[in-house]
């Protein structure tokens, strides 16, 4: 019903910048939160930053002054800007979607993206 579309990853040197897209399709009403998560090899996934409909934002402290959430709500499209790459951003970058609601539906659904890969490295 829902499918995420990412787009912007690949490989970049340190002190790089990449900016990553997000792009929801589907017959969605209203999206609540959209954000990115993160899963370097070997670890856990982790929240990277997400962002509300109405602007709020929240960060991981380990990216706080180099990435940049924004979104677009008439595009149903979320974007990252990370700017001072560093090798430990290394990893597959998740964009999820929560609290979906569609044409039609009272239900919530959430979703996730496909992923794509940013590689820091010189």
């Known amino acids: 019903q829902v499918q995420l579309v990412e787009s912007g990853g690949g490989l970049v040197q340190p002190g790089g910048s990449l900016r990553l897209s997000c792009a929801a399709s589907g017959s969605i009403f209203s999206i609540y939160a959209m954000g990115w998560y993160r899963q370097a090899p070997g670890k856990q996934r982790e929240l990277v930053a997400t962002i509300t409909s109405g602007g709020s934002t929240n960060y991981a402290d380990s990216v706080k002054g180099r990435f940049t959430i924004s979104r677009d709500n008439a595009k149903n499209t979320v974007y990252l800007q990370m700017n001072s790459l560093k090798p430990e951003d290394t990893a597959v970058y998740y964009c999820?979607?929560?609290?979906?609601?569609?044409?039609?539906?009272?239900?919530?659904?959430?979703?996730w993206g496909q992923g794509t890969l940013v590689t820091v490295s010189s």
């Open positions: 999820n979607a929560d609290e979906i609601t569609m044409v039609g539906s009272n239900n919530a659904l959430d979703a």
